[in-house]
């Protein structure tokens, strides 16, 4: 399965390490990675992949609770077809 995911918040220091470092215990695989600053505030957008027969989107999203908590970002993960029904005119 192909998800998009988002992260926003302030910036600071181990916010890609944290959201990264989940993916990897979650054997989603990083295909694409954009991430900016707007000043103090941190934007991030990454397309990954999983074999969703060992997950769900609900799975992964449940396991980023913890790692948004911590690092007091918003942290929301949809399919990538989902995400391209939404912007399609």
Not at 55 to 70: C, N, R
């Amino acid at each position: 399965m192909k998800i998009i995911l988002t992260v926003t918040g302030h910036d600071h220091v181990g916010i890609v390490s944290a959201v990264t470092s989940e993916l990897t215990r979650r054997n989603v695989n990083i295909v694409n990675i954009s991430q900016t600053l707007m000043e103090e505030h941190f934007t991030m957008i990454l397309k990954g992949e999983f074999d969703d027969s060992q997950q769900t989107i609900q799975d992964l999203q449940t396991a980023f609770e913890p790692v948004a908590a911590e690092q007091k970002v918003r942290i929301r993960i949809q399919s990538e077809a989902i995400f391209d029904a939404m912007h399609t005119i």
